[in-house]
């Protein structure tokens, strides 16, 4: 068994003397992990970081097994986030949502091709990458199944003055309508209702949104099968809080 794809490292842990079982997200393969002969090595270890590109060759004797992983550094996208630590933990929480939330071995194309995208933004530091990062979550909320509809009023049907998300439903709810129930329903960021466009970040709004996609997340990705909400988000979500905007 073997196969070529592009991926997206997600986590290297140390294994043994020099190795490493390296975990990737997959351009067609989904989530999947392997072996790295060398891996905790000087030579490989820059290449193995979070958020890097690679062309990975995967093999193994049966589908089944862990299987050996060669990989070639395509685009090294984490050394120059280092340098900016709320690009870094963008990059680091977008890591550990994968891990936790994606199945292994099942292809999530939109996934893959949205935090792509999400890599080039936060590499180009692009004034809206924050938006791109919420966006990302939207994404993949909808590639596991719990996609969010914000085209219009879930009571009214209206498609203006969208401004509330029901937690029940997933669906946006007016002004209006949403005014006797606000305290139990979920702010719904104005960026939210369009794709970015090169504008400039607001901290409170990307935070609100930050705590709606996390709020799906948890409730009806990772809760469900007992999974714990990454550390690193937290982390994400914190830094949007700890300076004015």
């Not at 999530?108 to 091709?113: I, N, P, T």
Request: glycine content about 8%.
């Amino acid at each position: 068994m073997d196969w070529t794809d592009h991926a997206i490292i997600l986590a290297a842990r140390k294994h043994g003397e020099n190795n490493a079982i390296v975990h990737l997200l997959t351009r067609t393969r989904g989530r999947h992990a392997g072996l790295v002969r060398g891996g905790s090595g000087r030579r490989l270890r820059g290449v193995l970081q979070p958020g890097n590109e690679v062309a990975a060759t995967w093999r193994a004797r049966l589908e089944e097994h862990l299987g050996h992983l060669t990989v070639e550094l395509e685009h090294a996208r984490a050394a120059p986030l280092l340098e900016d630590p709320l690009r870094l933990a963008a990059l680091t929480s977008a890591c550990a949502l994968c891990e936790v939330a994606l199945p292994e071995r099942e292809p999530h194309l939109a996934a893959y091709d949205g935090f792509d995208a999400l890599l080039v933004a936060l590499d180009d530091d692009q004034p809206d990458w924050p938006q791109h990062y919420v966006h990302w979550e939207l994404t993949l909320l909808a590639d596991l199944g719990f996609g969010l509809d914000f085209s219009a009023c879930a009571a009214t049907g209206s498609t203006t003055d969208l401004v509330y998300v029901s937690p029940k439903s997933g669906r946006a709810v007016s002004a209006s309508a949403g005014a006797p129930y606000r305290d139990r329903l979920l702010p719904l960021p104005a960026f939210l209702l369009r794709q970015p466009a090169g504008v400039p970040f607001d901290r409170l709004e990307i935070r609100r949104g930050l705590q709606l996609t996390g709020f799906f997340l948890a409730e009806h990705v990772l809760r469900p099968q007992n999974i714990a909400v990454p550390a690193a988000r937290y982390r994400l979500v914190d830094r949007f809080g700890a300076e004015t905007h």
